[in-house]
Antibody, heavy 118, light 110 residues
Framework: QLLESGGGLVKPGGSLTLSCAASGFHFRDYYMNWIRQAPGKGLEWVSDISSSSAYTNYADSVKGRFTISRDNAKNSLYLRMDSLTDEDTAVYYC?????????????WGRGTLVAVSS | ETVMTQSPATLSVSPGERATLSCRASQSVSSNLAWYQQKPGQAPRLLIHGASTRAKGIPARFSGSGSGTEFTLTISSLQSEDFGVYYCQHYNQRPPGDITFGPGTKVDIK
C-alpha cells in the first residue's frame, strides 16, 4: 500500500511537504516517483529517486523548487515543494517503479490534493 | 522532450465490441511504452509495459502492440468495467527525466 499525506491549501509562494508511507513490499529495493494530475487534466511526471537516494530527477516545471527524498528506515517518500504557484495545483500521487529506474509505474497511492490559491 | 499524442480523444464502444486506441511518439521510444487505465476518482492502473507485456492481473482481453513511434492498445471484447481514460506513457530515461504521458483517450460505454 502507498498512502500519501500532507496535501492542503497553500498560498502562492508558500511551501508544503508531502509524505508517502509504503507498506507490503520492500520499499528500499525500488525507485519511487511523484506524479501529479491537475483537476480535469492528464498525468504529469514530477520526480523520481533511486532506491539508495543516490540519484534524483525532476521535471523541468518543478526543477529548483521541489526536492524529493526518502527514508528507507521509515518506508517513506517525501516531496518538499517551495515557491508554489497556482499551476502546481493538482492531486499528487506517489508511485513505485519496478523497472529499476526506467520509469513506469506498477503501484500507485490514492493521491493527496494540493491547492495553491490566495 | 518526447511528446506523446493519442487518438481518438473519445471512443464510444458497445459491450462485446473491439476497442482500438492509438498512441504516437514524437521520436522513437523503442518498446519503452506503457499503458494505464484511470477511472474517475481513482489512481491510474498499469495495464501494459514494454509496449506489449501485460501487467500482473490484467485480463487477456487487453493487448498492446507497436514499437518505435506507433503503438496500439486493443481491448478485444469491451466489458462494462473497462470505461475510463487510457493514457500511454513513454519511459526509459535518456535523458534523465524524459518521462511523458499522452493526453489520454476516454472510453465510453455505448
Amino acid at each position: 500500500q502507498l498512502l500519501e499525506s500532507g496535501g492542503g491549501l497553500v498560498k502562492p509562494g508558500g511551501s508544503l511537504t508531502l509524505s508517502c508511507a509504503a507498506s507490503g513490499f520492500h520499499f528500499r529495493d525500488y525507485y519511487m516517483n511523484w506524479i501529479r494530475q491537475a483537476p480535469g487534466k492528464g498525468l504529469e511526471w514530477v520526480s523520481d529517486i533511486s532506491s539508495s537516494s543516490a540519484y534524483t530527477n525532476y521535471a523541468d516545471s518543478v526543477k529548483g523548487r521541489f526536492t524529493i527524498s526518502r527514508d528507507n528506515a521509515k518506508n517513506s517518500l517525501y516531496l518538499r515543494m517551495d515557491s508554489l504557484t497556482d499551476e502546481d495545483t493538482a492531486v499528487y500521487y506517489c508511485a513505485r517503479d519496478p523497472s529499476g529506474g526506467e520509469g513506469y509505474f506498477d503501484f500507485w497511492g490514492r493521491g493527496t490534493l494540493v491547492a495553491v490559491s490566495s | 522532450e518526447t511528446v506523446m499524442t493519442q487518438s481518438p480523444a473519445t471512443l464510444s464502444v458497445s459491450p462485446g465490441e473491439r476497442a482500438t486506441l492509438s498512441c504516437r511518439a514524437s521520436q522513437s521510444v523503442s518498446s519503452n511504452l506503457a499503458w494505464y487505465q484511470q477511472k474517475p476518482g481513482q489512481a491510474p492502473r498499469l495495464l501494459i509495459h514494454g509496449a506489449s507485456t501485460r501487467a500482473k492481473g490484467i485480463p487477456a482481453r487487453f493487448s498492446g502492440s507497436g514499437s518505435g513511434t506507433e503503438f496500439t492498445l486493443t481491448i478485444s471484447s469491451l466489458q462494462s468495467e473497462d470505461f475510463g481514460v487510457y493514457y500511454c506513457q513513454h519511459y526509459n530515461q535518456r535523458p534523465p527525466g524524459d518521462i511523458t504521458f499522452g493526453p489520454g483517450t476516454k472510453v465510453d460505454i455505448k
